[in-house]
């Protein structure tokens, strides 16, 4: 009931008791109606809600001009439009809808809400404009309804729940380079460039060489040979096309936002969205040119390779591979969970109201009060939590242990009789003066921490609700719902994954924990470095002559653990592959061996002298990999945000049209 | 969605002919027990039906109830000695019942029909926000779209409620109390209506709530089972885990050194 039905009811009942009172028969049958109008529209509304709410069905079409389409694309616009009806009887005389945005998709133009009355004749649509600033999965969770009734007495908000997953495919970004009077890059390389500039048996020029014994006579150019009095052979282009392989990672480390750093939208910048981005221009590039091009993204626990093709199904699927990694999110089983545990909560309010209600899902309140939950954390939460964890030891030591040890002594001092006199006497001043005291002062410890852990106990009962709605979600297969619960209460390792994989699954931007309670960083996984190895020993088995493999992974805070990498990149340029790695480079920080006055931190204040140190150590960090690689033939690039693809493809061109001479290195 | 701004709701204009119409027929019909004190009302409810009026009707009940209630006119025995006059009775009934009506869900149409939430009232912080969660939403309901039939109904289930309760009235009103309450029969009175609520709340209740437990989703009767079980077993649970915990920890420890 809204306050505005019970301050109704209120005048309504205070009328019929002054009629009663009164004996004033009008007043009393005014009330009387009055009352009775009201307990009939509770009635009705309750009912209708009860039978006809879950007929309640919303759908969604997200599309362009040409029509609904399943795949979006990055940086483009699109009509999201969402009809909310009834199917069957009824009739919901006032209903307000509000459509919720993903945080993945952009907002344009266009209202999310929409009200009136719905029927099955009798519908709501609502019809907005979104872009998408950032490659990954637009996940659109339903709608946010609330319904009334004609007076708004009363009132049941919910949520009509029908999430769809649309992937945003990563998209081709070419940024100008210059002023409005520079041309544009181009992917494509401008015609007369040979692109495959190996000599092959193809049909077009490639280039022109002295004549050398052996060479066919047909490939003589007899004209220019003439012109310049001695014979010139034709050289032709390779028809072999080159296989690359990118492999992204798409770890922890590249999955934790950049600081700062915001997309057109609000969206948050990930390193990982640059690598995919980098990924996605490479592989059209390729594409364009019939080349053949493979993925393979790996992180901390494995990897997933996709073989060479050129088929344009193979790039679509590359394509979705790309965008389904970037909706990925950072996940560290050793973050405090109730860092994330407000968020996940709110988030969890707005999308399941029903599954977190008192009826389906409680805790006994006697239980937040006195027991702590978990009974063993890892995590230094203060002083306050400390004694909410052990009030109950410290009652039952200062109320009953040692008052009863100090009874025990004194029993068996005056049963034994042998102890000197100041002794019996301390022992009885301590039994009947310090043991009260003890057991006052326990007590009113005690009661302190039940009065000041109001913080703690509220985050019990959000624990307890959202470890009730992991295990009966069905997404969640993991958990058993039998002792999945009493699991998640009492580990906080396991609770942490599951609320990040919550918010991941609904792509909700959080702020995860970076370091663990010792100061560690959580995301620094060199477990990678294993799985790139073996992915790319596993690439090199099974590949043909010269490929070209693209390493787009973050090694920058790894350098000390490159040694199953390098012997993996040894034997790929040991057979004749080009290898290259390309590191993502973060936002703010000035490129190695470029001055750039705008991104020198300040050296003196305390936060840019900070700032300053990790600058250098970052540069350090990237010389020591790079001159890991160069001792072996491999180049290392940093993608910084303003280099654009077709420089990172110049430097993939320069790599294959290396000239080889037979026996040596190229 | 249309946007109706530019033209002025007819369910808005409707509304407010219903309760400025009732509202007058009601001070007509007190001005001949109360006299000029009748005017009261109609001055409270004048100013909640005004454009910016805040007052809603429960004042003008309010007032209503506190004249009569120092009105002087107390019969202290049984029922009223004046003669009963019914068709009196049931139209100020049936007046007091369309204003209150009318007035509700005018406020319903100017200024909101979902309870506002306080959430929406704050600014949002950043950019990231608008058109996500929390928006401000219009929640007042759109006049022009009255659903068919919606005031003729209303109208219509005026006598209806009016005659309800005057049969009501009659029963409890010549119910005799029992010797200890004979003195003060408005308590008797008042002990059966509110025993009669009672009684019709706890069957609705039951019924709802029946209702709701039948027709809930796979998920909420997962939660239910899983709470009882919890329940019944936490204690063990809770033990068996927290010792799991604890030799996971004591293992990375021993790891991590």
């Given at each position: 009931?809204?306050?505005?039905?019970?301050?109704?009811?209120?005048?309504?009942?205070?009328?019929?008791?002054?009629?009663i009172?009164?004996?004033?028969?009008?007043?009393?049958?005014?009330g009387?109606?009055?009352?009775?109008?009201?307990?009939?529209?509770?009635?009705?509304?309750?009912?209708?809600?009860?039978?006809?709410?879950?007929?309640?069905k919303?759908?969604?079409?997200?599309?362009?001009?040409?029509?609904?389409?399943?795949?979006?694309?990055?940086?483009?616009?699109?009509?999201v439009?969402?009809?909310?009806?009834?199917?069957?009887k009824?009739?919901?005389?006032?209903?307000?809808?509000?459509?919720?945005?993903?945080?993945?998709?952009?907002?344009?133009?266009?209202?999310?809400?929409?009200?009136?009355?719905?029927?099955?004749k009798?519908?709501?649509?609502?019809?907005?404009?979104?872009?998408?600033?950032?490659?990954?999965?637009?996940?659109f969770?339903?709608?946010?309804y609330?319904?009334?009734?004609?007076?708004?007495?009363?009132?049941?908000?919910?949520?009509?729940?029908?999430?769809?997953?649309?992937?945003?495919?990563?998209?081709?970004?070419?940024?100008?380079?210059?002023?409005?009077?520079?041309?544009?890059?181009?992917?494509?390389?401008?015609?007369?460039?040979h692109?495959?500039?190996?000599?092959?048996?193809?049909?077009?020029?490639l280039?022109?060489?002295?004549?050398?014994p052996?060479?066919?006579?047909?490939?003589?150019?007899?004209?220019?040979?003439?012109r310049?009095?001695?014979?010139?052979?034709?050289?032709?282009?390779?028809?072999?096309?080159?296989?690359?392989t990118?492999?992204?990672?798409?770890s922890?480390?590249?999955?934790?936002i950049?600081?700062?750093?915001?997309?057109g939208?609000?969206?948050?910048?990930?390193?990982?969205?640059?690598?995919?981005?980098?990924?996605?221009?490479?592989?059209?590039?390729?594409?364009?040119?019939?080349?053949?091009?493979?993925?393979?993204?790996?992180?901390?626990?494995g990897?997933?390779?996709?073989?060479?093709?050129?088929?344009?199904?193979?790039?679509?699927?590359?394509?979705?591979?790309?965008?389904e990694?970037?909706?990925?999110?950072?996940?560290?089983?050793?973050?405090?969970?109730?860092?994330?545990?407000?968020?996940?909560?709110?988030?969890?309010?707005?999308v399941?109201?029903?599954?977190?209600?008192?009826?389906?899902?409680?805790?006994?309140?006697?239980?937040?009060?006195?027991v702590?939950?978990?009974?063993?954390?890892?995590?230094r939460?203060?002083?306050?939590?400390?004694?909410?964890?052990?009030?109950?030891?410290?009652?039952?030591?200062?109320?009953?242990?040692?008052?009863?040890?100090?009874?025990?002594?004194?029993?068996?001092?005056?049963?034994?009789?042998?102890?000197?006199?100041?002794?019996?006497?301390?022992?009885?001043g301590?039994?009947?003066?310090?043991?009260?005291?003890l057991?006052?002062?326990?007590?009113?410890?005690?009661?302190?921490?039940?009065?000041?852990a109001?913080?703690?106990?509220?985050?019990?009962?959000?624990?307890?609700?959202?470890?009730?709605?992991f295990?009966?979600?069905?997404?969640?297969?993991?958990?058993?719902?039998?002792?999945?619960?009493?699991?998640?209460?009492?580990?906080?390792?396991?609770?942490s994954?599951h609320?990040?994989?919550?918010?991941?699954e609904?792509?909700?931007?959080?702020?995860?924990?970076?370091?663990?309670?010792?100061?560690?960083y959580?995301?620094?996984?060199?477990?990678?470095?294993?799985?790139?190895?073996?992915?790319?020993?596993q690439?090199?088995?099974?590949?043909?002559?010269?490929?070209?493999?693209?390493?787009?992974a973050?090694?920058?805070?790894?350098?000390?653990h490159l040694?199953?990498?390098?012997?993996?990149v040894?034997?790929?340029?040991?057979?004749?592959?080009?290898?290259?790695?390309?590191?993502p480079?973060?936002?703010?920080?000035s490129?190695?061996g470029?001055a750039?006055?705008?991104?020198?931190?300040?050296?003196?204040?305390?936060?840019?002298?900070?700032?300053?140190?990790?600058?250098?150590r970052?540069?350090?960090?990237?010389?020591?990999?790079?001159?890991?690689?160069?001792?072996?033939?491999?180049?290392?690039?940093?993608?910084?945000?303003?280099?654009?693809?077709?420089?990172?493809?110049?430097?993939?061109?320069?790599?294959?049209?290396?000239?080889?001479?037979?026996?040596?290195?190229? | 969605?249309?946007?109706?701004?530019?033209?002025?709701?007819?369910?808005e204009?409707?509304?407010?002919?219903?309760?400025?119409?009732?509202?007058?027929?009601?001070?007509?019909?007190?001005?001949?027990?109360?006299?000029?004190?009748?005017?009261?009302p109609?001055?409270?409810?004048?100013?909640?039906?005004?454009?910016r009026?805040?007052?809603?009707?429960?004042?003008?009940?309010?007032?209503?109830?506190?004249?009569y209630?120092?009105?002087?006119?107390?019969?202290p025995?049984?029922?009223d000695?004046?003669?009963?006059?019914?068709i009196?009775?049931?139209?100020?009934?049936?007046?007091?019942?369309?204003?209150?009506?009318?007035?509700?869900?005018?406020?319903?149409?100017?200024?909101?029909?979902?309870?506002?939430?306080?959430?929406?009232?704050?600014?949002?912080?950043?950019?990231?926000?608008?058109?996500?969660?929390?928006?401000?939403?219009?929640?007042?309901?759109?006049?022009?779209?009255?659903?068919?039939?919606?005031?003729?109904?209303?109208?219509?289930?005026?006598?209806?409620?009016?005659?309800?309760?005057?049969?009501?009235?009659?029963?409890?009103?010549?119910?005799?109390?029992?010797?200890?309450?004979e003195?003060?029969?408005?308590?008797?009175?008042?002990?059966?209506?509110?025993?009669?609520?009672?009684?019709?709340?706890?069957?609705?209740?039951?019924?709802?709530?029946?209702?709701?437990?039948?027709?809930?989703?796979?998920?909420?009767?997962?939660?239910?089972?899983?709470d009882?079980?919890?329940?019944?077993?936490?204690?063990?649970?809770?033990?068996?885990?927290?010792?799991?915990?604890?030799?996971?920890?004591?293992?990375?420890?021993?790891?991590?050194?």
């Amino acid at each position: 009931m809204t306050g505005r039905g019970w301050w109704t009811l209120f005048a309504c009942v205070t009328l019929l008791l002054v009629g009663i009172f009164r004996n004033e028969a009008a007043l009393s049958v005014t009330g009387l109606t009055l009352v009775l109008w009201v307990a009939w529209e509770w009635l009705f509304f309750s009912l209708r809600v009860r039978l006809f709410l879950r007929n309640l069905k919303v759908e969604r079409a997200v599309g362009d001009d040409r029509g609904p389409l399943a795949t979006l694309w990055q940086g483009r616009e699109y009509t999201v439009t969402v009809t909310v009806s009834l199917a069957g009887k009824g009739r919901f005389p006032y209903v307000a809808v509000a459509d919720c945005v993903p945080f993945a998709v952009q907002h344009l133009d266009g209202s999310t809400i929409a009200n009136g009355g719905v029927s099955a004749k009798e519908s709501l649509t609502v019809t907005y404009r979104v872009a998408c600033p950032l490659p990954g999965v637009a996940r659109f969770e339903g709608v946010r309804y609330e319904v009334t009734d004609l007076q708004g007495f009363f009132a049941h908000v919910g949520f009509l729940r029908n999430p769809i997953l649309l992937r945003v495919l990563p998209g081709v970004l070419v940024h100008r380079s210059g002023g409005p009077t520079v041309k544009r890059q181009n992917e494509l390389m401008p015609p007369g460039i040979h692109h495959l500039r190996q000599p092959g048996s193809g049909s077009e020029l490639l280039d022109l060489r002295d004549y050398l014994p052996g060479d066919p006579p047909r490939t003589i150019a007899w004209k220019v040979s003439a012109r310049r009095d001695k014979l010139i052979t034709k050289e032709f282009e390779s028809e072999v096309p080159v296989r690359c392989t990118l492999f992204v990672d798409v770890s922890s480390s590249v999955r934790v936002i950049s600081p700062g750093r915001v997309a057109g939208g609000g969206a948050f910048y990930k390193p990982l969205d640059r690598l995919i981005e980098l990924a996605a221009g490479v592989l059209r590039a390729n594409a364009s040119l019939r080349d053949l091009t493979g993925l393979c993204l790996f992180d901390e626990t494995g990897s997933r390779i996709v073989r060479p093709e050129r088929t344009s199904n193979h790039q679509t699927r590359l394509l979705q591979l790309l965008g389904e990694a970037g909706a990925l999110g950072p996940m560290a089983g050793r973050a405090d969970p109730n860092a994330l545990l407000p968020i996940a909560y709110a988030f969890a309010q707005e999308v399941y109201p029903e599954l977190l209600r008192d009826e389906v899902n409680r805790i006994p309140a006697w239980l937040t009060w006195l027991v702590p939950m978990p009974r063993y954390t890892r995590h230094r939460r203060g002083k306050l939590e400390a004694l909410h964890r052990s009030k109950r030891t410290l009652l039952l030591w200062g109320t009953t242990l040692i008052p009863l040890s100090l009874l025990i002594v004194n029993l068996v001092v005056a049963y034994f009789g042998e102890a000197p006199e100041w002794a019996r006497t301390l022992l009885g001043g301590l039994l009947f003066f310090g043991g009260p005291a003890l057991a006052t002062g326990a007590w009113l410890l005690f009661l302190f921490s039940l009065l000041t852990a109001w913080r703690l106990r509220k985050l019990t009962r959000w624990r307890k609700k959202l470890a009730a709605l992991f295990c009966v979600l069905p997404t969640n297969a993991s958990l058993p719902p039998t002792g999945g619960l009493a699991a998640l209460l009492e580990d906080d390792d396991l609770f942490s994954l599951h609320l990040q994989h919550f918010l991941a699954e609904h792509q909700v931007p959080c702020a995860v924990p970076l370091y663990d309670a010792e100061g560690r960083y959580l995301f620094a996984v060199p477990e990678k470095v294993e799985v790139l190895a073996k992915a790319l020993l596993q690439a090199v088995q099974r590949g043909r002559d010269n490929e070209l493999f693209v390493l787009l992974a973050d090694l920058l805070e790894l350098d000390h653990h490159l040694e199953p990498l390098l012997a993996a990149v040894r034997v790929a340029v040991g057979r004749h592959h080009q290898v290259l790695v390309v590191c993502p480079w973060p936002h703010g920080v000035s490129l190695p061996g470029i001055a750039d006055d705008r991104r020198t931190p300040r050296e003196d204040t305390l936060p840019g002298l900070i700032l300053a140190l990790s600058h250098a150590r970052l540069h350090a960090a990237f010389g020591r990999v790079r001159r890991a690689f160069a001792r072996l033939g491999v180049q290392v690039a940093c993608a910084a945000s303003h280099e654009s693809v077709p420089l990172v493809l110049d430097r993939i061109e320069r790599l294959r049209s290396a000239r080889r001479i037979p026996g040596g290195k190229p | 969605m249309t946007d109706d701004k530019d033209e002025k709701p007819s369910g808005e204009r409707d509304y407010l002919l219903l309760a400025v119409g009732a509202l007058l027929f009601v001070t007509v019909l007190l001005i001949q027990d109360l006299g000029f004190v009748a005017v009261l009302p109609l001055l409270i409810g004048g100013i909640g039906l005004a454009p910016r009026g805040a007052m809603g009707p429960g004042w003008v009940i309010l007032t209503v109830a506190v004249v009569y209630a120092f009105r002087g006119r107390w019969s202290p025995i049984g029922f009223d000695d004046r003669s009963p006059n019914i068709i009196g009775d049931l139209f100020f009934a049936v007046a007091v019942f369309v204003y209150v009506v009318s007035h509700v869900r005018l406020m319903a149409i100017q200024r909101h029909a979902v309870p506002p939430d306080a959430r929406r009232e704050r600014p949002l912080r950043t950019k990231r926000l608008v058109g996500r969660w929390l928006l401000p939403a219009q929640a007042a309901r759109r006049g022009g779209r009255l659903g068919d039939g919606e005031l003729v109904w209303l109208i219509l289930t005026a006598p209806v409620f009016a005659l309800v309760a005057y049969v009501l009235w009659l029963r409890v009103a010549f119910d005799l109390p029992p010797p200890e309450l004979e003195r003060v029969p408005a308590v008797w009175r008042v002990i059966l209506v509110a025993w009669g609520a009672l009684i019709l709340l706890g069957a609705c209740h039951v019924i709802l709530t029946y209702l709701k437990r039948s027709l809930a989703s796979r998920p909420e009767s997962l939660l239910v089972m899983q709470d009882y079980l919890w329940g019944e077993t936490r204690g063990e649970q809770r033990r068996v885990n927290a010792w799991l915990s604890w030799g996971r920890r004591k293992r990375e420890r021993k790891d991590d050194r």
